[in-house]
């Protein structure tokens, strides 16, 4: 993970002991729509 990505996955969390797994649900989201797409480019490729 590059440092500007940590940041602007994690940036907003604040630094807990009891606070280790944290995502940003719509980041996440958008982050696994785009994989999904490139993906199916993919799959179109190899074929």
Do not use: W
């Not at 797994?21 to 996440?28: E, G, I, K, S």
Request: aromatic fraction near 8%; charged fraction near 40%.
């Amino acid at each position: 993970m590059t440092k500007e990505d940590e940041e602007a996955h994690l940036g907003h969390f604040y630094d807990s002991p009891r606070h280790r797994m944290q995502v940003d649900f719509n980041a996440y989201c958008k982050d696994l729509l785009k994989e999904i797409e490139r993906g199916a480019k993919r799959a179109k490729v190899s074929a």
